[in-house]
Every structure is written in structure tokens, then in C-alpha cells.
């Protein structure tokens, strides 16, 4: 890890466990870090601590778009933007969901391109869901047709995204694992550890393998792969090592796994929330073999690295 890197990300762990969300997204916002973001040394070093904490706020708006006066609008379910922002008659009908405060101006995905659109009129209902602490927001409402664009094309914005919910999937994943180590090194069972026995021990070392490998497979990932199958690779490779690493993390803790102040709650139900935003890491797999069959990658998952 590089000084810059390593600087991303004692900034962002200090200022995680302080609970000064809100100050570590106006530091990371500012424009002369612009740049840094397209390292994407730099997402993990942001986004890992930042799926650990389970936080809210509007740190993805940052990471993606580079300008913390705009919100971005994701689908409700899956990864296409056309179900977020669809034009009728004399406008566009948008129906999506956005992370955090939503800014006065909102990033709609249109026609391949960013487009610009004000917030005003539109209604804006927080997600009280699964995870309230992701701060998620659904917006709905009819709007002009975008009068300004971001200098970005939307597969780029999607990329970006996608790498950011994918690293915070990792920490999420992370966060659950380490609670269910040292749970099962201090619990006991029969006189000895329950991390004494095998089943145990393999349930949890595949999960870490998971992590580990889908860890490694996003720091590799060619930046000028198809940006289809980037978003695609991206998420289904993080959802799944996520969701191996909640589900046994819950398995070896029990019933403790589900009482408040245990808190593994939160890294299960962020990792949930987040494998379904920009689409599940199940319906990815369905359209990376729907690739495969057309020739565009081979199956099970792989991208071509440069």
C-alpha cells in the first residue's frame, strides 16, 4: 500500500470510528481528490472500512461521481438505469433510489449518457427497510429532460458504482467474519473452543477464501474490460463471497448471531441491502452465462485481465 492509499484510508477508518460520517464525506469530496478515485487502490482503502462500519451518508455520490452537490440515482431492483429514468410525454418519469441526503441536483442515467436534473418537485420517501442506517431514500416523479450532462458516459458511472458497492460488500463480509472468529475462539463447547472443531473451522475458512479471492480479482480486473461485464464480474464475485461470509458467520454463532448487542445485525443486513443494489450477485451470474453463450466472456464468473 502505497503513502496516498494508506492515507485514504487511516482518514476514512479515524473518522468511521468517530461516527463523523458527515466530515468524511466533505474531506473526500473535495475536488482536488477528484483524480485519486480512478485509483482503484483508493476505493478499497475507502470502501472496505466504510462496508465494516455499515455507515450512512452519501460517500458513494463522492466516489462515483466526483461532486458531493449531486445525488445518483440507482434502480430499485437490478442493474439497468432505464428502469430508474424512462421518458413519457413531455418528460422523464424517474423511479430510483438514492444513498443518503438527497442533494439538490440528482444524476439520472439516460440514452448512455448523465444527465443533470433538480430534486424540488420530486418525492423523496426514506427506505425504512431491512437496513435504515444505509440512509437509502426511493425518489419518484416526473421532470424536465435534462438541460445539463456530467462529462462522464453512464457505463463509466455504473463501473464506478459497481466497484464501490463491490469493496463495500468486502467490508461487510469482512466485518461478519471477524465477529464470528473471535466468537467461536471464545466460546466453548464440551470443555474446548467451538473454533476446535473442524466443521466450524472449514465453514469459516471458505468464506475468508471468498473474500480473499474476490478481493484479488477486483484489484486485477482490466480497466478497459466491457463495461457490461465489469458491473456484471464486480458484483457477482463480492455478493457472493459477501453473502457466504453472513450466512456463516450466523451459522457458527448461533442464536447470539441474532441479538442486538452481539452486533452481527448490521453486517448481515448491509450486506443484503447492498448485493441488491445494481442487481444481486445471482441475477449477475444469469446474464454473465447469457454473455458466455454469445461469446463475450467464459462462464463461471471469469473476465479477461490486462
Known amino acids: 500500500m502505497n503513502d496516498q492509499v494508506a492515507a485514504f484510508a487511516e482518514l476514512t477508518t479515524e473518522l468511521l470510528v468517530a ?6 464525506v466533505a474531506q473526500l469530496a473535495d475536488p482536488d481528490l477528484a483524480e485519486e478515485w480512478d485509483d482503484p ?27 458531493p452537490d449531486v445525488s445518483l440515482l440507482v434502480p430499485v431492483t437490478g442493474h439497468d438505469p432505464a428502469t430508474a429514468a424512462r421518458r413519457s410525454t413531455g418528460g422523464l418519469e424517474l423511479d430510483g433510489l438514492v444513498r443518503g441526503t438527497v442533494a439538490g441536483t440528482l444524476a439520472v442515467l439516460l440514452d ?27 425518489v419518484r416523479g416526473r421532470v424536465a429532460e435534462p438541460d445539463e450532462q456530467l462529462d462522464v458516459d453512464a457505463a463509466t458511472v455504473l463501473s464506478r458504482a459497481a466497484r464501490f458497492l463491490a469493496h463495500e460488500l468486502l467490508g461487510a463480509g469482512g466485518a461478519a467474519l471477524d465477529l464470528a472468529v473471535e466468537h467461536v475462539r471464545s ?25 480473499t479471492a474476490a478481493r484479488e480479482l ?22 457472493a463471497a459477501a453473502q457466504t461470509a453472513v450466512a456463516a458467520a450466523q451459522q457458527v454463532c448461533g442464536g447470539m448471531g441474532f441479538t442486538e448487542e452481539f452486533g452481527l445485525h448490521r453486517s448481515v443486513r448491509r450486506a443484503h441491502l447492498l448485493d441488491g443494489l445494481l442487481g444481486g450477485w445471482e441475477e449477475a451470474d444469469v446474464l454473465l452465462g447469457r454473455l458466455a453463450t454469445e461469446g463475450r466472456v467464459i462462464p463461471d464468473r471469469q473476465v479477461v485481465l490486462s
Open 19 to 24: 461516527g463523523q460520517v458527515d466530515d468524511l
Open 41 to 67: 487502490a483508493v476505493v478499497a482503502a475507502v470502501a472496505e472500512p466504510y462496508g465494516r462500519a455499515a455507515a450512512g451518508g452519501r460517500l458513494l455520490d463522492v466516489a462515483v461521481l466526483r461532486r
Open 112 to 138: 448512455g449518457k448523465v444527465g443533470l436534473v433538480a430534486t424540488g418537485t420530486l418525492d423523496v420517501v426514506p427506505v425504512t427497510g431491512l437496513d435504515p442506517a444505509a440512509e437509502l431514500r426511493r
Open 187 to 211: 466460546r466453548h463447547q464440551f470443555g474446548v473452543p467451538l473454533g476446535s472443531f473442524q466443521a466450524v473451522r472449514h465453514r469459516l475458512a471458505e468464506a475468508h477464501v471468498q473474500l
Open 218 to 239: 477486483l484489484a486485477a480486473i482490466g480497466a478497459d474490460a466491457d463495461p457490461d461485464v465489469h458491473l456484471l464480474v464486480l458484483k457477482s464475485w463480492a455478493g
